[in-house]
């Protein structure tokens, strides 16, 4: 919540690098609501999850200043770059982290392996309210356009109220032709998974190599609660996730294992 | 569960690479318990959480062969190996995924940023029965061995009764000398928060880097009911963790989104 009269700072980040487009209007989408530090990686970081960077030192360039806004481009993942931003370029806490928009969806279990999401975990386990943003189009020039009123409206209102500690939202956009979206909804993450992951390619000398790709499956198409079902019907989707992965209700069938 | 009079087929991977003791301690463990594959990375990939690789491709090398015991080494992260030893090299769908045993903690927050849990994750989302398990001592040649009782019974009963669908377990285990672990306990990620996380360091050429380090604080010190508080008391802390991240409790506060 804004508790005084200064500009609302807001922190950015992703996971498809500083030069993204859907970074780019993320900005330009934000920029009337406050000012702008952006700390994103210099490169794509795709399925960045909450990975973080300990084995090699990490620096980080300003590479835009106007005014309001500040671009920084950084050698680690998204989850460095938000820890990087709070502790070193920050000029004050900042009141919201938004991460996005990322080129493709991060719905169901994709939530597990987004860096788009790592960046908002991160925001989220420094208590500050943090959003993570994506739209179902991995294309590099995919157009962000439509989505902007839901984005800057979602952002208004975490600005405005703040969200439970310990929780961030996950936003997804479908994939839809101007004005044919049909509103929010407010989901659970739908149980999927992937398989047939790899694809196998020769390497020139000889050695079997594997490309990740992957299909996935939804296991429950026909639940609205879900995210899936939302995104397959034109709706945008809202899921709050939990930095608490306890699942409380295993805990009791395991009571067994104290007595070892 | 085990169905047939087969042995079980015990995956193992972790984080800290396919030569780390932990890893080496784990074989011995658990091979008397079934038939063991190796998918673990080349090298250290520690804070990989959940992080897949999509823009190069993989490989991945038998390292070691012998009876009942078969050893892979592979380019990628934790995720990664679980995904490429279910789909290339198992020779059937292994009974449990066990990661570990990590050169240190990862409770708490931690869980986020773990490769050890990572690769427990991604047996969880196929659907596998799966555990990581990490040792209070990030020292390279930490004393693993009074660990072997917790770590087999825990693995035992996993394989006799299974876990519930979406749920795997994150394991910590005290740093404390012989008979000097107080028994196991049933808990929940305590709620903690990592600060001062930067050290500077100049560049020989003047350009300024940074190393990841930081210190953790417990929000709850006495909750006698967490992890962080069975470690500091001499307890393994056995913590079920769901792949459904959604915030449950959260979504009803949410719903004034649905009419934008």
Known sequence: MIMNNMRPLILLSNDDGVRAKGLNEL???LSPLGDILVMAPDSARSGAACSITSVIPLYYDIVEKRPGVRICACSGTPSDCVKLALEKEAVRRPDVVVSGINHGDNASVSVHYSGTMGAAFEGCMKGIPSVGFSLCDSAADADFSFAAPFVRAIVKR???TGLPAGVCLNVNIPKVKEDGCKGVRVCRMARGTWSSEWTEAGHPRGKEYFWLTGDFTNMEPEC??????ALA???VSVTPVAIDMTAYPAMSGLKDL???
Do not use: A, R, S
């Open 27 to 29: 900005i330009d989408m």
């Open 158 to 160: 975490v600005l405005k």
């Open 224 to 229: 609205e609660d879900t995210d899936m079902w």
């Open 233 to 235: 019907h034109g709706f």
């Open 258 to 260: 104290e007595l070892l």
